[in-house]
């Protein structure tokens, strides 16, 4: 299974971006998907993070601001970031997880979001 993040770039604080995450080479349904970060000066974290069944669950931080979505069909899930912070500027990092990953999941490359004051 292969992950591409995309739709990361620079934005004035107050502004929307719209992360897109593309799973091909699926094998097994996936189950769960999540967004993480990376900002300055901190280990990786979880954002945001829905079940196959559209269960969502957010970081504190980004309750309110952040939505995540999927598409089973087009195994496809995104990210959704409005009133975006200087904060949350950093690399997002989509994952998934299949009957055969297990908890160890597959990673995309990454895609770089850049908010400025």
């Known amino acids: 299974v292969q992950l591409q993040a995309s739709g990361g770039g620079l934005v004035q604080a107050g502004g929307s971006l719209r992360l897109s995450c593309a799973a091909s080479?699926?094998?097994?349904?996936?189950?769960?998907m999540r967004w993480y970060r990376e900002t300055s000066g901190k280990q990786r974290e979880l954002v945001a993070a829905?079940?196959?069944?559209?269960?969502?669950d957010y970081a504190d931080s980004v309750k309110g601001r952040f939505t995540i979505s999927r598409d089973n069909a087009k195994n496809m899930a995104y990210l959704q970031m409005n009133s975006l912070k200087p904060e949350d500027t950093g690399t997002y990092y989509c994952?998934?997880?299949?009957?055969?990953?297990?908890?160890?999941?597959?990673w995309g490359q990454g895609t770089q979001v850049t908010v400025s004051s």
């Open positions: 994952y998934a997880q299949t009957l055969v990953s297990g908890p160890a999941g597959y």
């Open positions: 080479g699926v094998d097994f349904a996936i189950d769960v």
């Open positions: 829905i079940s196959r069944g559209g269960m969502t």
